[in-house]
């Protein structure tokens, strides 16, 4: 389905000789700049009623009159995929993924992942980029994820991840037994020899912050919430490996299964079969695109991390 967009506004005294690019953004704070740049060259976004170029400069009271429609822009295929929904209304929908659940088509998974279903869930979202999706969890990260369900929302949300006023809190098991948490800044970028993977470097790598804080040591592991200031490509499990503490069954950044001298048969039956990162998006805070309230979400640990946990406690006795 399409979405249609009209709207009107004058140029004020203070936007006098700016670019209209300049000044749509100010007009039109909802939509990204690159998209009001569609606009104006689509003459769908209209000066006094003609057709501008993005650098021509306007005066007070030109009037801006923008009318667009705005079509199903992905051709990804809408799938029956069960999502567990937490919280929806007109503009913002949190969902917990499950681990295993695929974000977003890319190479190798064209379907059956989350945005395939979220075009199922509610069809409109096929007029908003990537059906709405802001952020990404890895595929076997579990939990909390928001998506916008208008271009405003979209537009909205993404100036909020880049001002870091959205508060995302993982869980993890990582391994070696902590003593404290702390907080670790490196820089991280795509790793020299390995494409696929991230890597702490130290030129041309992009801020990295990750905090953490210790809530349970085991013998040989540790229990840990992880705050992101900043959210790039792995960081969680980069940085706790770049500190020698990688995430329990982590494939990329773990190594082979580490199995503590003297373990339980069932503790080296837990960590050789856990085989996706112990890491849950357990926490998720922002600013509501509409009413400007500071808005949360929690959910529970999933079943398989609960059961790791509960190895451990049993290996301390």
């Known amino acids: 389905m399409a979405e249609t967009i009209q709207l009107n506004a004058e140029v004020t005294e203070e936007l006098d000789g700016m670019r209209l690019d300049q000044v749509a953004a100010q007009l039109f704070p909802d939509y990204s700049r690159a998209r009001l740049q569609l606009w104006i060259k689509s003459g769908e976004l209209m000066v006094n009623g003609e057709e501008h170029k993005p650098r021509d400069k306007l005066t007070t009271g030109d009037l801006l009159a923008l009318q667009a429609e705005v079509e199903d822009i992905e051709r990804w295929e809408a799938e029956d995929i069960t999502l567990d929904v937490v919280y929806e209304d007109e503009t913002i929908l949190v969902v917990n993924k499950p681990a295993g659940l695929v974000v977003h088509p890319a190479a190798g998974h064209a379907s059956g992942t989350m945005l395939n279903g979220l075009l199922a869930h509610d069809t409109n979202l096929g007029s908003v980029p990537r059906a709405g999706i802001v952020h990404r969890l890895d595929k076997d990260t579990s939990g909390l994820m928001v998506v916008a369900k208008t271009l405003q929302a979209q537009n909205h949300l993404v100036n909020q991840l880049q001002e870091r006023t959205v508060s995302r809190e993982y869980?993890?098991?990582?391994?070696?037994?902590?003593?404290?948490?702390?907080?670790?800044?490196?820089?991280?970028?795509?790793?020299?020899?390995?494409?696929?993977?991230?890597?702490?470097?130290?030129?041309?790598?992009?801020?990295?912050?990750?905090?953490?804080?210790?809530?349970?040591?085991?013998?040989?592991?540790?229990?840990?919430?992880?705050?992101?200031?900043?959210?790039?490509?792995?960081?969680?499990?980069?940085?706790?490996?770049?500190?020698?503490?990688?995430?329990?069954?982590?494939?990329?950044?773990?190594?082979?299964?580490?199995?503590?001298?003297?373990?339980?048969?069932?503790?080296?039956?837990?960590?050789?079969?856990?085989?996706?990162?112990?890491?849950?998006?357990?926490?998720?805070?922002?600013?509501?695109?509409?009413?400007?309230?500071?808005?949360?979400?929690?959910?529970?640990?999933?079943?398989?991390?609960?059961?790791?946990?509960?190895?451990?406690?049993?290996?301390?006795?």
Request: glycine residues 8%; hydrophobic residues 40%.
């Open 171 to 317: 869980e993890a098991v990582a391994f070696g037994s902590m003593t404290g948490g702390g907080r670790v800044e490196a820089d991280i970028g795509r790793h020299p020899k390995q494409r696929k993977k991230m890597a702490v470097v130290l030129l041309g790598g992009k801020e990295a912050i990750t905090h953490y804080r210790l809530l349970k040591r085991f013998k040989h592991h540790s229990h840990i919430k992880c705050m992101l200031e900043t959210g790039r490509t792995h960081q969680i499990r980069v940085h706790m490996a770049h500190i020698k503490h990688p995430l329990v069954g982590d494939p990329m950044y773990a190594g082979r299964p580490r199995l503590p001298k003297a373990a339980s048969e069932a503790l080296i039956d837990g960590l050789r079969g856990f085989t996706r990162q112990a890491l849950h998006a357990r926490r998720l805070a922002l600013i509501h695109p509409i009413t400007e309230e500071e808005i949360s979400w929690e959910v529970d640990l999933p079943a398989d991390f609960k059961g790791l946990l509960e190895l451990l406690e049993q290996e301390d006795v």
